[in-house]
T-cell receptor
Framework: ETGVTQTPRHLVMGMTNKKSLKCEQHLGHNAMYWYKQSAKKPLELMFVYSLEERVENNSVPSRFSPECPNSSHLFLHLHTLQPEDSALYLC?????????????FGPGTRLTVL | AQTVTQSQPEMSVQEAETVTLSCTYDTSENNYYLFWYKQPPSRQMILVIRQEAYKQQNATENRFSVNFQKAAKSFSLKISDSQLGDTAMYFCAFMKRTAGGTSYGKLTFGQGTILTVHP
């Protein structure tokens, strides 16, 4: 379970705060993903990065800002969030975006917005 | 757009028995992949099994097998000899396969089924 790590594991923030979620993969993969998992809803793909370039932005509000400085690290910067943004945020990686390689998931960050 | 539906929010089974989780999907695509992922409580989501739509043979992985009915757009997961460690939320997922064999890495998930295995 150490292939994809995420920090912090839990985060509570107010609507005016700015925080960042971090994801790191130790698998040598070239593609990384952010997903949102809300209660009673399917996982929603938010962003896809391939070789540090964003290739998918799934109509995500601008209060979520991703950053991929290198192929091993992925950040999700959060600002002026809403209570409905409370969810489990999952990071995943795969060898290549253009394949059906298995996606390996991190443990997630449980975010609560007050 | 593709949709994936898991109609069973919760299931339970006795240890050592067999349970089947249902999944249906809606797509106009002919080439795609289907997956079952497992998310144990407070642990990472992991791949259980995958199926290529062009293969007629149902995929199996040890105690896990699928019943893939392409015409019916159904993809159920059977867990044999259930173990306590199988307790988890199970997600069915779909990935389109383009004509060039690429997929864009985009998984579409169902709502999930919480499976509890009782001793």
């Amino acid at each position: 379970e150490t292939g994809v790590t995420q920090t912090p594991r839990h985060l509570v923030m107010g609507m005016t705060n700015k925080k960042s979620l971090k994801c790191e993969q130790h698998l040598g993969h070239n593609a990384m993903y952010w997903y949102k998992q809300s209660a009673k809803k399917p996982l929603e793909l938010m962003f896809v990065y391939s070789l540090e370039e964003r290739v998918e932005n799934n109509s995500v509000p601008s209060r979520f800002s991703p950053e991929c400085p290198n192929s091993s690290h992925l950040f999700l910067h959060l600002h002026t969030l809403q209570p409905e943004d409370s969810a489990l945020y999952l990071c995943a990686s795969s060898q290549d975006m253009f394949s059906t390689d298995t996606q390996y998931f991190g443990p997630g960050t449980r975010l609560t917005v007050l | 757009a593709q949709t994936v539906t898991q109609s069973q929010p919760e299931m339970s089974v006795q240890e050592a028995e067999t349970v089947t989780l249902s999944c249906t999907y809606d797509t106009s695509e002919n080439n795609y992949y289907l997956f079952w992922y497992k998310q144990p409580p407070s642990r990472q989501m992991i791949l259980v099994i995958r199926q290529e739509a062009y293969k007629q043979q149902n995929a199996t992985e040890n105690r896990f097998s699928v019943n893939f009915q392409k015409a019916a757009k159904s993809f159920s997961l059977k867990i044999s000899d259930s173990q306590l460690g199988d307790t988890a939320m199970y997600f069915c997922a779909f990935m389109k396969r383009t004509a060039g064999g690429t997929s864009y890495g985009k998984l579409t998930f169902g709502q999930g089924t919480i499976l509890t295995v009782h001793p």
